[in-house]
């Protein structure tokens, strides 16, 4: 049986990673994966109820961080785990490094508690039960926080998130390079500031790199 895959996909708002998740389906598909596409938070029922709540409810930090791992543990066990149990791959938008970045740099909340969040809800998943499950990739969408403001104000309304100062970005932006540097085996730094066709060159390289795809064209 095929092994599962988790890849996730990273960055600030406006980074553009979103619209780089299909293309990457598309090639696993050619290559004979299986795929789920889902998000956080999301990805259920009940999680898009929370998501719904994030994005648009005001809240402090612990708010935010309680629900956001509580949105995670019901996408875990009713769509993440199962896929991976399946041997599909699964590709994520956003996933546990966001809320470091979010919550921990950019709101300023206790990353000790968020590492014994983390632990609590992504272990006891899947076929290694003691085990904590993380992506086997994750696809971080680098751009300069001025760049990615650039694009969302020209995109939709923005929600809670999204309409934060720059200077908000600025501190995410620093916490996805903090856990970038706490796992370089794991993450792939894809330069999101380039144009699209070259942006998905990179992200399609990083996962040939790893033997999961036969070559890196787009």
Request: net charge neutral.
């Amino acid at each position: 049986m095929t092994t599962g895959l988790f890849i996730t996909f990273e960055g600030i708002d406006g980074a553009g990673k979103s619209s780089h998740i299909e293309t990457l389906a598309r090639a696993l598909r050619a290559a004979g994966r299986s795929v789920t596409l889902t998000r956080e938070p999301g990805g259920t029922p009940l999680a898009e109820k929370l998501r719904a709540l994030l994005l648009n409810d005001a809240m402090d930090a612990l708010t935010e961080t309680l629900l956001a791992f509580a949105a995670r543990r019901d996408h875990l066990c009713r769509v993440i785990g199962p896929a991976l149990a399946r041997g599909e791959a699964v590709l994520c938008d956003r996933f546990t490094d966001a809320t470091f970045a979010y919550q921990g740099a950019g709101r300023g909340f206790d990353l000790q508690a968020l590492s014994y969040m983390e632990r609590l809800v992504q272990t006891g998943i899947g076929l290694e039960p003691d085990s904590m499950l993380e992506p086997h990739l994750t696809l971080w969408f680098d751009v300069p926080p001025e760049v990615a403001a650039e694009r969302l104000a020209a995109a939709r309304a923005p929600d809670r998130f999204e309409a934060q100062p720059v200077e908000f970005f600025a501190r995410v932006a620093r916490g996805y390079a903090d856990r970038a540097a706490g796992a370089p085996r794991r993450f792939a730094r894809i330069d999101g500031a380039q144009p699209r066709e070259q942006v998905a060159a990179q992200m399609l390289a990083a996962v040939a790199a790893r033997g999961w795809l036969p070559g890196a064209a787009p």
